[in-house]
């Protein structure tokens, strides 16, 4: 049974760009999670997802950030007009349960972005 | 708010030290707490966990007690190893829609 899977695993980017990352959750998981890990620090929420919806994006930032979790394939988490100060990991987490408090998270091993 | 609040790394110890990381936190209502930690290049994976006041939760030699009286949630191990070097992260969650993570600490065990 396959963990959740993140890909790309590192993605460079020049300034400007746009940055497509991707996550699959682990098979029997409808939600799922993005967080962000800046240098030096914790992860800190972005959004959470179920399949077609946007439950909570309170932690996205308002420009050039955005999230979707179709029908079919994975979660992806879209960057437009990349700015040095998006490098950073992204991991991407999923859940069977509603309830994190009792079942918590499985994370992927992360996408890496550097902006040059 | 929630937050969580870790001792500041690194932290570097001789193999079969004994290891304590701090973790200290806010939050309204009664949450769970919950250790993760991230090898080099990769996720975090969830250490332990406990979901109540005075609950102790425990994985591979790891431990850490829910005290709602002091609101910590300590990580300890007797003896660690070279193989335990990595980043360790205390997380709440209030059952909302995200957990709360500590800065992390890192530590390195030398032979």
């Known amino acids: 049974n396959a963990g959740v899977m993140q890909n790309p695993r590192h993605l460079v980017r020049r300034r400007g760009q746009e940055a497509r990352l991707r996550c699959s959750p682990m098979?029997?998981?409808?939600?799922v999670y993005w967080y962000r890990q800046l240098p030096e620090e914790g992860l800190k929420f972005m959004v959470y997802?179920?399949?077609?919806?946007?439950?909570?994006e309170s932690g996205m930032p308002k420009e050039r950030f955005s999230a979707e979790f179709p029908k079919e394939g994975p979660s992806i988490l879209r960057i437009q007009q990349v700015v040095r100060g998006d490098s950073a990991a992204y991991f991407c987490?999923?859940?069977?349960?509603?309830?994190?408090?009792?079942?918590?998270?499985?994370f992927g091993s992360g996408t890496r972005l550097t902006v040059v | 708010g929630n937050s969580v609040t870790q001792m500041e790394g690194p932290v570097t110890l001789s193999e079969e030290a004994f290891l304590t990381i701090n973790c200290t936190y806010t939050?309204?209502?009664?949450?769970?707490l919950f250790w993760y930690v991230q090898y080099p290049g990769e996720g975090l994976q969830l250490l332990l966990k406990?979901?109540?006041?005075?609950d102790k939760g425990s994985n591979k030699g790891f431990e850490a007690t829910y005290r709602k009286e002091t609101t910590s949630f300590h990580l300890e191990k007797g003896s660690v190893q070279v193989s335990d070097s990595a980043v360790y992260f205390c997380?709440?969650?209030?059952?909302?829609?995200?957990?709360?993570f500590g800065t992390g600490t890192s530590l390195t065990v030398i032979p």
């Open positions: 997802l179920q399949k077609e919806n946007i439950i909570d």
């Open positions: 098979k029997g998981h409808s939600h």
């Open positions: 406990a979901t109540k006041a005075d």
């Open positions: 997380a709440l969650s209030d059952s909302g829609n995200q957990f709360y």
């Open positions: 939050a309204t209502g009664y949450p769970s």
């Open positions: 987490a999923s859940s069977q349960q509603r309830d994190l408090g009792n079942y918590g998270y499985t």
